[in-house]
């Protein structure tokens, strides 16, 4: 068994295609449109992923601008080299983390979070000594 991908819905492609590539790094892998069904599908690969990475879908249903997500829902966590350098980044793209950098519970890494135009939050850790 091999893990693919997460699909998250999203109420604006154009502001999540931004977020993530422009934001975070992450590169188009496909972007199809599904005229009969009203939907468009986009596949995300992180900055760092090898071919072989886990990817992340992004699914737009044409007309849809909000949805009602279940308290059951966590996070996505993303391993990255510097959280400083993450940061730095993405608030020249005009966002900052919601949270953070704060020391994970066991102690061994850095954790901050940043959520996504739809609120989706996302987990950046950093170890330490990396």
Not at 87 to 109: F, M, R, V
């Amino acid at each position: 068994m091999k893990y693919l991908h997460t699909m998250i819905r999203v109420t604006d492609l154009e502001k999540s295609l931004h977020f993530y590539t422009e934001g975070l790094g992450f590169t188009v892998v496909s972007k199809n449109e599904y005229p009969d069904g009203k939907f468009t599908l986009v596949f995300l690969r992180a900055p760092g992923d090898s071919g072989e990475g886990s990817l992340l879908e992004l699914t737009y249903n044409w007309g849809q601008d909000k949805y009602e997500r279940g308290d059951a829902y966590g996070h996505m966590a993303y391993l990255v080299d510097s959280i400083s350098d993450v940061q730095k980044k993405i608030q020249t793209k005009g966002y900052d983390l919601s949270w953070g950098p704060g020391a994970s519970p066991n102690g061994k890494s850095v954790l901050a979070f940043i959520d996504d135009p739809d609120g989706y939050e996302i987990e950046l850790i950093e170890r330490k000594g990396s």
